[in-house]
């Protein structure tokens, strides 16, 4: 062939097929990247709420594990069905929630989906049937139920022909309730379009992992229910996205649940009421040099995907828009008391407001940014 290529920078990638990740666009990445840094960055103001005490109840971080949660829900499509847990920031923001919504909920708002009446990140959103919405099932706080639960609502989707494929996160302490067992076992006799995320972040509050299971891989749980699982670096944001994606198609192909195990780490308490004195320092300091969201910005640096001077900007718009989100929330209103009962019980007419979902949640981003590398940044 002569003459110039008409092969823009993403298009001139090959795809390797073990390497989903060969085909995200720029644009994608630094979505990637973006996410990863609100769900930081929400977590980090909560965090000054909470001091100001204006949080009720606990408040559960995600550090360390934000990436994990981003680059798997990131292998989803908008109409699947995500079941989150208290360290899946990440996928709330992948999937297009707006900040505002996790402060009403973490401080107990009238305007909160649960209007108060739960708390942190229990949030639901319901779309109509076969729509392409996202159907989120927040934490459900008997932990492990979720998994029977994820497992319905993939075969109630199936059962209309929709290939919604559903996504719970669980973590290792989870992994030993009964209703994970009964869950796996039923989703891989009926073939589910399931895929678990089950993060090792090394504790169950404050039990380590050796007191938790007797195997040394997390994905192993899976073996005897005969669904395919493979374990991963959940610091490594792309090798996450690669296992991810590869499942969440395996699984809407039809070839049943898949279990991805997620080798990681907690890297503060199990809330900030708990300090963590025990967990060793040295555990601490070796994953603390393993930190997502900084090796992934390198990543992206070392391909030429993006400067600092584009991350950097990247930072700022997420900072600024969870503080602005945040300022927004202290404002409003607490729930009325006189409703305190309504909205408890089944059968009552006492609707959940509907969550607000952003489309395209890093428009406002990337309209900033250029959207192609330069043939200099490239080459
Ligand atoms: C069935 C059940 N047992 C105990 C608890 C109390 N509890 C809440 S969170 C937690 C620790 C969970 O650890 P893990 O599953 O490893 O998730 P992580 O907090 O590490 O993300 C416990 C014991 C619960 N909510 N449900
Ligand atoms: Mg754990």
Known sequence: MTGKSTLNADEWRVADPDRP?????????????????????????????????????????????EGESVATAYALQR?????????????????????????????????????????????????????HEPVIVGPISMLGDSIPVAAGIAMGARMRNNPRVAMAWIGDGATSTG?????????????????????????????????????????????SYGIAHELVDGNDMLAVYDVAKRMVESARAGHGPQLIGIDTMRMQGHAQHDDARYVPKTLLDEWTAKDPLRRFRQVLIERSIA???????????????????????????????????????????YAVPRIELVKSPFARVSAGLKTRPTQEEVS
């Open 307 to 349: 400067g600092d001077r584009e991350l950097d900007y990247i930072d700022k718009m997420a900072k600024d828009y969870a503080a602005r989100e945040a300022d927004l929330a202290v404002d409003e209103p607490m729930p009325d008391p006189a409703t305190v009962t309504r909205g408890v019980y089944a059968g009552d007419d």
């Open 79 to 131: 109409r699947d069905a995500v079941l989150p847990l208290i360290r899946n920031m990440g996928a709330l923001m992948t999937m297009g929630v707006r900040p505002i919504e996790i402060f009403r909920q973490y401080m107990a708002k009238g305007t909160s989906n649960s209007r108060g009446r739960d708390l942190n990140i229990h949030i639901v959103h319901m779309p109509a049937p076969d729509t």
């Open 21 to 65: 990740s060969d085909l995200l666009a720029r644009e994608q990445l630094l979505e990637m990247y973006y996410f990863t840094r609100l769900a930081r960055e929400v977590e980090e103001r909560l965090v000054i709420l909470f001091r100001q005490s204006k949080v009720i109840g606990g408040l559960y971080r995600s550090l360390g594990q």
């Open 179 to 223: 209703a994970f067992h009964e869950g796996m076992n039923f989703a891989a006799v009926q073939k589910i379009p399931l895929v678990v995320v089950a993060e090792d972040n090394k504790y169950a509050y404050s039990t380590p992992i050796s007191q938790q299971m007797a195997i040394k891989r997390i994905d192993e749980r899976a073996e």
